[in-house]
């Protein structure tokens, strides 16, 4: 598999790396400096085909406050299993060593056996950093990523009329999810 990545907007030259070792494999365009988290996305979770990193307005406060969008209403639930979660801090140690890598992995272990499911949580937000998202294409990606700046501008606004705002839960949750994803899908 290759990863295509820095793109510029007229869409005439793509970057193809190497999913396993991050070597330019086509084009003449080096790769955006977050290759190496985006190429450990695709190894963690095998059956996305596109990764979107954003550093859009909202979306970014929640992830320099450290804190996951909560799940607050069903537009919400539309297109999550609960929160947008937040990755830890990195350490030190893992700045100044593969810092790109390392925010990879700081993604990918709040997935997997016994973690949160890719797909019910198609993006996460980098504790100091800001979004990413994946999907089964770029384009679903990138509807992901619109999606968190969206959730987190709503979560916002409703948690400044109401502090207390208590969340969504249980089988409206579920209800609102499994009728647009999975199986049972009908939406």
Sequence with gaps: RALAAGA?????QVVVVAIEDGRVVAGSL??????PTHRLLYQAFPAIGGVVHTHSLHATSWAQAGRPIPCL???HADHFRGDVPVTRALSD????ERYEWNTGVAIAELY???GLDPAAAPGVLVRSHGPFAWGLSAAEAAHHAEA??????????TLSIDPGAPP??????GRHFDRK??????Y
């Design 30 to 35: 080096r790769p955006s400096s977050d290759e």
């Design 112 to 114: 997997g056996p016994g």
């Design 93 to 96: 140690a893992e700045i100044a």
């Design 181 to 186: 994803h999975g199986a049972t899908a009908y």
């Design 148 to 157: 968190i700046e969206t959730l987190a501008s709503m979560a916002f606004l």
């Design 8 to 12: 510029r907007p007229d869409g005439d």
């Design 168 to 173: 969504v839960g249980g089988s409206l949750l």
């Design 73 to 75: 209403g069903t537009t």
